[in-house]
């Protein structure tokens, strides 16, 4: 009985890891991190923080598939990322990870909806008009994208992240350009779909009070990630 249990839980527990970071080491002109470990569940948020320079971006790019580590490895699905063939990679990258930058890349010289439209392709889904309503840019998606406020830029290329379903967000400072109102109203946003989603996501800010709704909290600092929340 209890060997039946204990074979069930550890079913579960496979199935509610969505990402998993082992023994990760970074360094560009200095070491930035050294044997880093992190995890992340379904319906879980981590927010990373620490002072500029830190490493915080270089980590979650490593994370997000796009930086192979110095050494360590990500598993994703059971599968080492930065181990797997090149379109294994893209397609985990193109339909699992959903990646939100500072400098976000939307196609200039089309309208919002057309920036909408192309997630929509690629993964099947589509446009979510409630999320439009929610972030707020229901009523610009025909403009082009020239002429969208730096704010209004910055909720579409979250949108459109998120009309793909992504399975893990990865965000790098995604409240940057924002006032504190409609930050809230993004992150709320984020942390609704990770819920509905059996989603997860890693979030990276400078923000204290952002990173405290987050459910697990770590500071980047001495080359190694501590555990605050
Ligand atoms: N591609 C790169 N090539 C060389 N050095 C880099 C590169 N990316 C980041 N760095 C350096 O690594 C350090 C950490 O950068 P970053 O990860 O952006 O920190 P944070 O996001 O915490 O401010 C900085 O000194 C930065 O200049
Ligand atoms: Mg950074």
């Given at each position: 009985m209890s060997e039946k249990l204990d074979k069930q839980s550890l079913i579960t527990d496979g199935e509610t890891t969505l990402l998993e970071a082992k023994n990760l080491s970074h360094e560009f002109d200095y070491k930035l991190f050294e044997n880093i470990n992190l995890t992340l569940e379904k319906k879980e948020?981590?927010?990373?923080?620490?002072?500029?320079?830190?490493?915080?971006?270089?980590?979650?790019?490593?994370?997000?598939?796009?930086?192979?580590?110095?050494?360590?490895?990500?598993?994703?699905?059971?599968?080492?990322?930065?181990?797997?063939?090149?379109?294994?990679?893209?397609?985990?990258?193109?339909?699992?990870?959903?990646?939100?930058?500072?400098?976000?890349?939307?196609?200039?010289?089309?309208?919002?909806?057309?920036?909408?439209?192309?997630?929509?392709?690629?993964?099947?889904?589509?446009?979510?008009?409630?999320?439009?309503?929610?972030?707020?840019?229901?009523?610009?998606?025909?403009?082009?994208?020239?002429?969208?406020?730096?704010?209004?830029?910055?909720?579409?290329?979250?949108?459109?992240?998120?009309?793909?379903?992504?399975?893990?967000?990865?965000?790098?400072?995604?409240?940057?350009?924002?006032?504190?109102?409609t930050a809230n109203i993004v992150m709320n946003t984020l942390h609704e779909y990770i819920k509905n989603n059996d989603a997860g996501m890693i979030l990276v800010t400078h923000e204290n009070e952002l990173a405290m709704k987050c459910d697990k909290v770590y500071k980047l600092e001495n080359l190694e990630l501590k555990e605050l929340k």
């Open positions: 948020s981590i927010a990373i923080i620490g002072m500029s320079g830190s490493g915080k971006s270089t980590l979650l790019n490593i994370l997000s598939s796009l930086l192979e580590p110095k050494s360590g490895e990500i598993l994703f699905n059971n599968e080492e990322i930065y181990s797997v063939k090149k379109n294994r990679l893209l397609n985990i990258r193109r339909k699992d990870f959903g990646i939100i930058f500072q400098a976000h890349y939307l196609f200039r010289g089309f309208s919002a909806n057309d920036n909408l439209q192309i997630a929509t392709l690629l993964s099947g889904n589509s446009i979510d008009k409630d999320l439009l309503k929610k972030l707020n840019i229901d009523f610009v998606i025909n403009q082009g994208v020239g002429e969208l406020s730096g704010g209004q830029q910055q909720r579409l290329s979250i949108a459109r992240v998120l009309t793909k379903k992504p399975k893990i967000i990865f965000a790098d400072e995604p409240t940057g350009n924002l006032d504190k109102e």
